[in-house]
């Protein structure tokens, strides 16, 4: 477990600003979930509360970061039950990833809902799954679901080290993908869920590349890998048995 971040504390006040009705300090947070939080003290000392007098304004004492409220939150990450834990309504979820789980691999990118970088997996309970932004997206959303990050696709050993990547990441790799890798996450996921639909309803061949600019079309990358993933996908789905039904 980590603190919170200033980072992730200037986005929960952003978060926070709809709930100025919270009671809750962030000091009385920091108790409750047992971290530390590195932010501007709350009580002046006595000299700065003697320069005080003169400067306070008349709502120093109502900025949103100081008062939020907790909910109760559980959920189930790559299989692995999680809560309930405390949690400040309005944590954007890929916060409570990275902040609450250690889970860093889902990317920041723009933080408005528009690269995708940030996407996880939600499984829902017919078998089908969908990609969520976590970026605009609150943990307490997900409460009761089922999550995968890009942390739950290679296969790991008892010690947590990967021991075998996954087909799809495997093939982006042979393909020379990603160059940074920022996006990287966002595309595997799109790309696992897409291949996982197939499985259940194979495409037509002459489908094939429209099937696969639906599934990575919302995804940016910024290195203008396009091509290359693009090619990495259909290689899964043309040497992946059973996702191509007119297959020769
Ligand atoms: S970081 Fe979430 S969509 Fe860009
Ligand atoms: S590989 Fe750099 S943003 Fe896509």
Request: with cysteine; glycine share 8%; aromatic share 6%.
């Amino acid at each position: 477990m980590t603190g919170l971040t200033q980072h992730t504390a200037r986005r929960l006040e952003a978060a926070l600003t709809a709930h100025p009705e919270s009671t809750t300090t962030l000091a009385s947070m920091t108790s409750l979930s047992n971290r530390t939080i590195s932010t501007t003290p709350t009580t002046p000392t006595p000299s700065a509360d003697a320069g005080a007098a003169t400067t306070a304004r008349p709502d120093a004492g109502i900025r949103p970061l100081r008062s939020f409220q907790l909910k109760p939150l559980s959920m189930t990450v790559n299989g692995r039950k999680i809560g309930p834990v405390e949690v400040p309504a309005g944590l954007p979820m890929i916060d409570f990833l990275h902040e609450y789980l250690d889970l860093t691999g889902s990317r920041l990118g723009c933080g408005q809902g528009i690269c995708h970088a940030c996407v996880v997996i939600l499984d829902h309970a017919d078998g089908t799954s969908d990609e969520i932004r976590t970026c605009i997206t609150g943990a307490h959303f997900f409460d009761g679901k089922r999550v995968r990050t890009i942390e739950a696709h290679a296969t790991r050993n008892a010690a947590g080290e990967v021991v075998e990547m996954s087909p799809i990441q495997q093939k982006f790799l042979a393909h020379f993908s990603f160059q940074c890798g920022y996006c990287t996450p966002g595309f595997v996921n799109a790309a696992t869920v897409l291949i996982e639909r197939l499985k259940r309803e194979p495409v037509a061949s002459a489908e094939i590349e429209s099937t696969i600019l639906d599934a990575l079309n919302d995804h940016i990358c910024r290195c203008t890998g396009y091509v290359r993933y693009y090619e990495a996908v259909k290689d899964v789905i043309l040497t992946t048995p059973g996702l191509v039904r007119d297959a020769a």
